[in-house]
Each structure stands twice: as structure tokens, then as C-alpha cells.
């Protein structure tokens, strides 16, 4: 369930409907504080209507606007809701930098962006300008020197190595240029690593992401016996098998022809909208980046 807010329109319904979204927000983790129209009686509002009016407004998340109807002793008041939905994920003032001797090179300089759920950000810039650095921050996989990331609500990296590995695993997909597949293990078997990884068996899903992604009959090849467009496609499906919430693909056709690269891209854009994932891409090609829903260009450590 994504998260929400629900904003004020004209003041408060009383201490009743606060009572019962704050408990609704306890049990759910779902709302912030919540604000109505003050066009009900005060002393009428019950807590299970309350609940009653969450519970729509939860189900149409995707909804700007909704109108909803509460039943208060025996007669229906229409009550109208402004929902924003909360970006997935969040970095704030983000700082990185590498020692190389006595030098000290600033990478990421104070950068701070948001991602809405379902959205498809393409990150482009030259080389060195921090790119892969900044995904890698806001995927979990290098700790800032400075600076906050938040996915759905939860600090990065603010708990143990594992539950953060243990986050990465269940709810986010890679896919990177160098394709990062075992070259000891059939394309299945690649793709079933991240569930085996999870101690989840899931053969079906991995033979069908492979499928999807056009490989149905090259499962049970060896990464050496596939072109580099098919290892990257055994990446893609890898990526999607655990049937993640976000997928982070660092320059997925960096090793590629642009002939086989824009298939490549075509597929992995498709199948993000098609199932709903949000994606971030590294990208140094400006036409590629072109193609999201926002393109972010970095200079020198910094958003432009």
C-alpha cells in the first residue's frame, strides 16, 4: 500500500476523527494526520465511519481528488479529501567524496531530489560527473558521507547491515552494465538467485520474467553461450523476479549497440509501466533520457 497524506481543506471534524485516524495510522502505517471539511456535526463523527472513509480513500490511492460519502445518524454528508501521495523515495542534502592519496574529490555535493512512486527518472551527465555514485546512494549500496535517504518512509541507513540487504532484496531490482551474472549458472538459475538469496523458491516467476523478457527458450543456457542484449535481458528478468517496488539500472545499455540498446530499453520501459515499478536510470545518452517521465542532469556533483 502506497503512503498518503491527507490535507486540510477548511478546519477539523473534532477530536473524534483525529482519535481515529491517528489509531488508523498506528495500525497501518499508512496516514499522516488528517483533516475534513467541517460540514459534519462535530459530535456525530464515529470512529468506525472514520475507519470506513480511510479504508475508500486507501483503495484509490491514485486519485487526486475524492469525494466519499459517511453515514451519520441516518443521513449521508458528502465529505471531500485532498490525497498527495507521498514520494518513494527521498534523498536530502547528500554528500559523498573519495580520498585518492592525498586528494579529496568530491562527488556528491549536497544533492537532494524526490521520486514519485511509479515514476521513470532518467539520471544522465558525463563521465565522472557522479552519476552511478548518487544511484548507488539512493539504492542502499554506498553510505553517504552526509545527507538522508528514505524509501517509503524508512531510513536507508538507519538500521543493521542485514535488515538493509534483507530491504534491498525484497523490495528493489538492479540491473547494471556489466550484466553481474554467475557465469557457472544457467540463465534461470541466475534469475532465481535474489528468491533463493530471500529463502523464497520461486521457479515459476523466474521462468516467466524470462518469458517476458523474451528467453523462454534460452532459460537453461550458460551467460557464455548468450549474446550481450541476452545477458541483459537475464538481467532485467533477474531484476523483476522478486517482483520488486523499484528498479535501479545503471547504464543497462553502456555495453551494447545502439541497435540492440534501444530494444533493450524499449523493454525495460515497458515492462516498468506495465507492472507499475518505479525506475531510475543512469544513463550518459541524452536521447535515451529523453524517454522518462524527468530527466536529472548532474554537473560536478550537482543537480542541474
Known amino acids: 500500500m502506497a503512503y498518503a497524506k491527507l490535507l486540510e481543506v477548511d478546519g477539523l471534524l473534532g477530536s473524534l476523527t483525529r482519535?481515529?485516524?491517528?489509531?488508523?495510522?498506528?495500525?497501518?502505517?499508512l496516514y499522516e494526520t488528517t483533516a475534513i471539511e467541517p460540514t459534519l456535526q462535530?459530535?456525530?463523527c464515529h470512529r468506525k465511519d472514520c475507519y470506513q472513509l480511510l479504508a475508500k480513500a486507501a483503495a484509490k490511492i491514485c486519485l487526486r481528488r475524492l469525494f466519499a460519502t459517511v453515514l451519520l445518524r441516518h443521513r449521508r454528508v458528502h465529505c471531500r479529501y485532498l490525497l498527495v501521495q507521498q514520494p518513494q523515495l527521498i534523498g536530502r542534502d547528500i554528500y559523498k567524496?573519495?580520498?585518492?592519496?592525498?586528494?579529496?574529490?568530491?562527488?556528491?555535493r549536497g544533492i537532494s531530489m524526490d521520486i514519485a512512486h511509479n515514476e521513470t527518472v532518467f539520471l544522465s551527465g558525463a563521465s565522472g560527473a557522479g552519476k552511478t555514485t548518487l544511484l548507488y546512494t539512493l539504492a542502499g549500496l554506498e553510505r553517504p558521507e552526509s545527507g538522508t535517504v528514505k524509501f517509503e518512509g524508512r531510513a536507508l541507513y538507519g538500521g543493521s547491515s542485514s535488515a538493509e540487504a534483507r530491504l534491498r532484496n525484497e523490495k528493489m531490482g538492479f540491473v547494471f552494465q556489466g550484466y553481474f551474472l554467475l557465469h557457472e549458472l544457467t540463465a534461470l538459475e541466475n534469475v532465481l538467485l535474489p528468491g533463493m538469496i530471500g529463502h523464497r523458491v520461486i521457479r515459476g516467476e523466474a521462468e516467466e520474467s524470462l518469458?517476458?523478457?523474451?528467453?523462454?527458450?534460452?532459460?537453461?543456457?550458460?551467460?557464455?553461450?548468450l549474446s550481450g542484449g541476452e545477458q541483459q535481458r537475464v538481467a532485467i528478468a533477474r531484476a523483476l523476479t522478486n517482483d520488486p517496488d523499484i528498479i535501479f539500472a545503471d547504464e543497462p545499455t553502456g555495453n551494447l549497440d545502439s541497435k540492440t540498446g534501444d530494444a533493450i530499453m524499449d523493454l525495460l520501459l515497458n515492462l516498468a509501466r506495465d507492472r507499475s515499478k518505479t525506475l531510475l536510470v543512469v544513463t550518459h545518452d541524452t536521447r535515451l533520457a529523453m524517454r522518462g517521465d524527468r530527466q536529472l542532469h548532474i554537473v560536478d556533483g550537482v543537480l542541474q
Open 19 to 29: 482519535d481515529a485516524t491517528a489509531d488508523y495510522q498506528r495500525d497501518h502505517g
Open 42 to 44: 462535530r459530535s456525530a
Open 97 to 108: 567524496s573519495f580520498r585518492m592519496g592525498a586528494r579529496r574529490i568530491e562527488v556528491l
Open 211 to 225: 518469458a517476458a523478457v523474451g528467453l523462454a527458450d534460452r532459460m537453461h543456457h550458460l551467460p557464455a553461450e
